[in-house]
T-cell receptor, first 115, second 114 residues
Framework: AQKITQTQPGMFVQEKEAVTLDCTYD???????LFWYKQPSSGEMIFLIY??????QNATEGRYSLNFQKARKSANLVISASQLGDSAMYFC????????????FGKGTRLHILP | DARVTQTPRHKVTEMGQEVTMRCQPI?????VFWYRQTMMQGLELLAY????????DSGMPKDRFSAEMPDATLATLKIQPSEPRDSAVYFC????????????FGDGTRLSIL
């Protein structure tokens, strides 16, 4: 069965530094999508970035980029120039395109940005 | 911007009572998901629908939970009878089954069963 692993339960980072949040996945499917969501303390789930398994370029959205290493089955989120507002829980997720796009979430990483 | 709307935002009730949570997906989205979030288990997929048909509800306790989509603009999740262990935040999300299309989440229903 497919699985998402986020090995960092919590991280503390100084404001303005770059942050890398780790995510590894396990699937035997060839066609899949990888997502990152942000959940601030207010509780809503905010979509950040998507990477398709066949995409050759790493996805980028503003300060967010996804470091996709297919052979290693990793999809790390990189946040450049971190801000206090980046403090939140971050979830990595995988959707298997050929299996009804059911999305499986990791346990999340809580990121704290220090002033 | 289009949003997924969930009601109620908060619900506190006594164990044994019926609880109904509602979700209005984004117009045009053909897939609706129900998730439960707790500190211990994280985000768990309970059930999901494609074009109003249930695709998978294997994550849902069948004896007390039921999920339906009476029409394209409404999805419901019911718990009867409710138990204290059902206390959690329940999220609804909707999406369009195409590449690069993420699920969009509602703000959740925070449920407390006393």
């Amino acid at each position: 069965a497919q699985k998402i692993t986020q090995t960092q339960p919590g991280m503390f980072v100084q404001e303005k530094e770059a942050v890398t949040l780790d995510c590894t996945y396990d699937t035997s499917d060839q066609s899949y999508g990888l997502f990152w969501y942000k959940q601030p303390s207010s509780g809503e789930m905010i979509f950040l970035i998507y990477q398709g398994s066949y995409d050759e370029q790493n996805a980028t959205e503003g300060r967010y980029s996804l470091n996709f290493q297919k052979a290693r089955k990793s999809a790390n989120l990189v946040i450049s120039a971190s801000q206090l507002g980046d403090s939140a829980m971050y979830f990595c997720a995988i959707a298997l395109t050929n299996r009804d796009d059911k999305i499986i979430f990791g346990k999340g990483t809580r990121l704290h940005i220090l002033p | 911007d289009a949003r997924v709307t969930q009601t109620p935002r908060h619900k506190v009730t006594e164990m044994g009572q019926e609880v109904t949570m509602r979700c209005q997906p984004i117009l045009g989205h053909n897939t609706v998901f129900w998730y439960r979030q707790t500190m211990m288990q994280g985000l768990e997929l309970l059930a999901y629908f494609r074009n109003r048909a249930p695709l998978d509800d294997s994550g849902m306790p069948k004896d007390r939970f039921s999920a339906e989509m009476p029409d394209a603009t409404l999805a419901t999740l019911k718990i009867q009878p409710s138990e204290p262990r059902d206390s959690a935040v329940y999220f609804c999300a909707s999406g369009l089954v195409e590449r690069n299309q993420p699920q969009h989440f509602g703000d959740g229903t925070r449920l407390s069963i006393l």
